[in-house]
């Protein structure tokens, strides 16, 4: 399967910290537009905050 994500989407899925988002998009083929990269690292700090995910495992740049 084949996914195109936008960063809503991407931001949604790791603020809800939802095993079934990982689960997905490990196995699927995601795609998403460069420029995501570029806004995750400009909300990192936002999105660790919302997140259970600690510093170490965010690493978008």
Same mark, same amino acid.
């Given at each position: 399967?084949?996914?195109?994500?936008?960063?809503?989407?991407?931001?949604?899925?790791?603020?809800?910290? #939802? *095993? /079934?988002?990982?689960?997905?998009?490990k196995s699927a083929e995601?795609?998403?537009?460069?420029?995501? !990269? #570029? *806004? /995750?690292?400009k909300y990192q700090e936002?999105?660790?905050?919302?997140?259970?995910?600690?510093?170490? !495992?965010?690493?978008?740049?």
């Open positions: 399967m084949k996914i195109v994500l936008d960063s809503n989407i991407l931001f949604s899925a790791l603020i809800s910290g #939802k *095993e /079934l988002y990982a689960d997905i998009f995601c795609y998403v537009p460069d420029f995501i !990269f #570029k *806004e /995750l690292s936002e999105i660790i905050k919302k997140t259970k995910l600690k510093e170490e !495992f965010i690493s978008f740049t």
